[in-house]
């Protein structure tokens, strides 16, 4: 046969394409329908022939017949269960209606139960039963191969209902029928003639019957190519129905050949139908057996593969959802997702009702893009507001990512979320945009805050080089005042009996005295001055000074003392804290001469890290020693100027100008700070802030006050000064003692072993050399056991002082000295040989 040009080939015409070959359950459902169709065609010839009455043969024949539809009905209503298959409700109907029909047919049968008796309807009701089952197998068959063809494969939802409806109509189908050739037996036309089957025939029963069975099996063959076991053995069913009807009408009469014959060959070709199918069937059970198990073992691994892809999901540091459906229905999150969330129930929610806040922040509409138009969205520092466990809105901000996920066909059914929380991020890129804005106006605070800085840099600095001028100045001037003083004190031993002589000396040496304060003063301003610190209770220290401070200030001067009495004690040195507060008593007294209020108070403070960097306190924990006036201020160029030594506006002759230096640095070198708070017309106040001491107060102190008597011991006099070396000779040894005197240390230790036995060793503080005075008083010690010392000088260089204090034990007298001093400081020591001294 050749094609038109129309319809190209899409074979080479030289190769035919190769036969396919046949399904095992093709092979056997074509060898059974050849072999049945065969064995009824050798049956035709005999098909007339009579045999005998074998009474257990109906008995068998619907029993077995009964039983492999009542089996073949069950095995399809599960298969129907399973696969919802439309098309199999018309075989399962079918197989009850025919079990039915046969069931009542053999009921109908005379002698089948009973010898002559019949049990149910008449002469004629099995051959119309006969004929009804035949039909309703034929027409069920027909129905079915329809259904595979006009709709292949359609599938019923309510598979149970749809299950209970068919087998209620088959059942109301063949009750109507059972009635019919029961009830109206008698009404039917007479198809059994005296035991043939001429009527079946003349009615035109078995042409049709014939042509059912023979539509039935062209339409499954049209519709299923017998492509599947079931398809396969139904059509060798009706072939199997075909030649019944064909080889029992051949017969004509009851017992004959062909009426054995057709339901011997209705009878195996059911058994063997659904042995058959069985087999199938079975083959399916273990194939889905086999398929159940490698699938029970897949979905344990997919089960496994998941839980760990959920725990690697659950430990990851930042969140993790997943969203799946048009609701975007949560399924799953891990533990980070449920921190930002509060802990709220996610999965199987949706979005929008699991977290309605997120609507209103344009996160769900956002879902909603990335799920339209299958495109990815990321962002940096969203910000993000949710409700946490207790109830309240927790700001945050989050790097975040979109990502649609798609299925087979390329539509989105899911959206991953991922992203972390950098809330601390943003914040400081925002504090530091901040300062960045604040920038210029920092810089320009911090640039006025440097020149006052500078200013008052090199206002210290200035005062800090007055400093080591006044304490080097003050040293040669001790020096020069003790030269004086001391012969002055020679000459008033010489001339006792001329009292112009003496009236002189007492004036020179008055003023001495002065310029001995003023050196003090000097030292005290430049922090050289050796201080003997105690632990004292201010409260004390008022009290005993109230009667001075009143006196200082004058009469017209209220002055108000507010000293707490829970003040902290501090360690100073009780003789300069006195020194200042008249000073500034009498400042105060100054600038109120028309009248006024003095209020002294003091209290205790606890100063900030930064308030204590910015004071220079050596402690947090201060004692705030205030005086304060409502006289008359001072100006800023004043104020300014203030500590420095000579600096006075009480005019010349009115006042040193040393008074607010001295109080500046014995403030300093007893680790304070001072301060002064004044304003032009409105007053002045002097705030001190003094470290606080745990030390209990000591009884005040007296000064090396002694007999002024001599002596015959031995003194060792040091001192590189001739002048005050021979004074100081002099002067003692006109009290009786025996002086050995000496320029150096190094000169000195030379004569602690050749000149017999030293009593008290008497030495200047600052002396050239390689020997510094503590060595050689360490020397002299270690040859005379017994010996004393005692050091003098007017500058002392932290020679025998630590921070501006007297180290301990150490003894001091101070120059310049008067012969009274120097005596009694002298016997003092030399009486004390059995004290400990340094």
């Not at 769900?364 to 339209?372: E, K, Q, R, S, Y």
């Not at 105060?588 to 403070?605: H, P, T």
């Not at 700070?673 to 009884?699: K, W, Y």
Request: aromatic share 6%.
């Amino acid at each position: 046969m050749t094609r038109s040009s129309s319809q190209p080939s899409t074979t080479p015409a030289d190769v035919q394409p190769a036969p396919r070959a046949l399904a095992p359950f093709q092979a056997s459902a074509r060898w059974s329908a050849i072999a049945i169709a065969l064995l009824s065609c050798c049956l035709m010839p005999f098909a007339g022939h009579l045999w005998p009455d074998f009474p257990a043969f109906l008995p068998a024949y619907h029993t077995v017949t009964i039983g492999t539809c009542c089996i073949a009905a069950y095995v399809l209503s599960g298969y129907f269960r399973r696969t919802g298959t439309r098309a199999l409700l018309w075989l399962c109907g079918g197989s009850v209606f025919t079990a039915t029909m046969l069931f009542v047919q053999f009921l109908s049968v005379e002698g089948a139960l009973l010898p002559d008796v019949r049990v149910t309807g008449g002469i004629q009701t099995p051959d119309w039963l006969w004929i009804l089952w035949h039909l309703a197998a034929a027409g069920m068959l027909l129905a079915y191969a329809l259904e595979e063809w006009l709709a292949p494969g359609r599938k019923l939802a309510d598979r149970g209902a749809a299950l209970l409806s068919c087998v209620l109509l088959t059942l109301t189908a063949a009750l109507a029928a059972v009635l019919a050739v029961t009830v109206l037996h008698d009404y039917l036309p007479r198809l059994d003639a005296a035991g043939a089957f001429s009527g079946i025939v003349g009615a035109a029963i078995g042409p049709l019957l014939q042509i059912l069975s023979g539509a039935a099996l062209l339409v499954l063959w049209r519709a299923t190519r017998f492509a599947t076991a079931i398809s396969a053995w139904l059509g060798v069913a009706i072939v199997a129905l075909g030649c019944d009807s064909l080889v029992t009408m051949m017969g004509g009469a009851r017992f004959s050949v062909g009426w054995y014959g057709g339901r011997i060959d209705t009878m195996v070709a059911a058994f063997l139908i659904l042995t058959m199918y069985l087999k199938e069937i079975n083959r399916d059970y273990l194939a889905a057996s086999r398929e159940a198990r490698t699938l029970a073992q897949d979905n344990l691994r997919l089960q496994g593969e998941h839980a760990r892809l959920l725990r690697l999901f659950d430990q990851a540091p930042g969140f993790v959802a997943f969203l799946s459906g048009p609701r975007h229905t949560f399924q799953f999150v891990n533990a980070q997702f449920l921190r930002l969330a509060g802990q709220r129930e996610l999965v199987g929610h949706h979005l929008h009702l699991a977290l309605p806040e997120l609507r209103a922040q344009g996160y769900v509409a956002l879902v909603d893009t990335v799920a339209a138009s299958g495109q990815a969205h990321s962002a940096q520092g969203m910000r993000l507001a949710l409700r946490g466990s207790d109830g309240s809105t927790h700001e945050m901000f989050i790097d975040v990512l979109f990502q649609p996920d798609r299925d087979a066909d390329g539509s989105v059914c899911g959206i991953y979320i991922q992203g972390s929380d950098v809330t601390a991020r943003v914040l400081a890129q925002r504090e530091v945009e901040h300062k960045q804005a604040q920038l210029e106006a920092l810089v320009r605070q911090r640039s006025t805050s440097l020149e006052h800085t500078q200013a008052a840099l090199m206002h210290a600095q200035k005062l800090e080089a007055i400093g080591k001028l006044t304490g080097g100045v003050a040293h040669d001037f001790n020096n020069v005042l003790h030269i004086i003083s001391g012969n002055i004190d020679l000459i008033k031993m010489f001339s006792m009996a001329n009292e112009k002589i003496v009236a002189r000396c007492q004036s020179a040496q008055s003023a001495i005295k002065r310029g001995a304060k003023l050196s003090s003063q000097l030292l005290s301003f430049a922090r050289k001055q050796p201080l003997r610190p105690n632990a004292v209770k201010l409260d004390e220290v008022f009290a005993n000074m109230d009667l001075l401070i009143k006196r200082a200030v004058g009469e017209k001067v209220d002055v108000i003392l507010a000293i707490s009495p829970s003040a902290w004690n501090i360690k100073v040195d009780p003789q300069q804290l006195e020194n200042v507060v008249l000073n500034l008593a009498m400042n105060a007294g100054d600038a109120l001469k028309r009248g006024g209020e003095l209020r002294i108070s003091a209290r205790n403070v606890i100063l900030s890290p930064s308030e204590q960097a910015a004071s220079g306190a050596e402690s947090r924990e201060c004692v705030r020693l205030s005086f304060a006036d409502n006289g008359h201020g001072m100006s800023e160029a004043v104020r300014e100027r203030a500590f420095e030594p000579f600096f006075s506006t009480k005019g010349i002759g009115k006042g040193s100008g040393l008074g607010l230096s001295m109080t500046y640095g014995f403030v300093k070198q007893s680790g304070g700070h001072i301060e002064i708070d004044s304003t032009l017309g409105a007053g002045t106040s002097i705030v001190i802030l003094l470290p606080r001491t745990v030390e209990s107060a000591a009884p005040k102190k007296t000064g090396l006050v002694g007999s002024s008597e001599g002596g015959n011991e031995t003194v060792l006099v040091v001192d590189d000064e001739k002048e005050i070396q021979e004074n100081v000779a002099a002067l003692l040894g006109e009290l009786g003692y025996r002086v050995i005197t000496a320029s150096t240390a190094d000169e000195a230790a030379t004569l602690l072993d050749g000149s017999g036995k030293i009593d008290l060793l008497f030495t200047d503080v600052i002396m050239p050399g390689a020997i510094s005075c503590m060595e050689l008083a360490a020397m002299a010690r270690v040859r005379h056991p017994d010996l004393r010392v005692l050091f003098t000088s007017g500058y002392t260089e932290n020679a025998v002082t630590n921070n501006g204090k007297l180290d301990e034990g150490v003894t001091l007298l101070n120059k310049p000295y008067a012969r009274e001093e120097l005596a009694g400081a002298v016997r003092k020591l030399l009486s004390s040989r059995t004290s400990a001294t340094i």
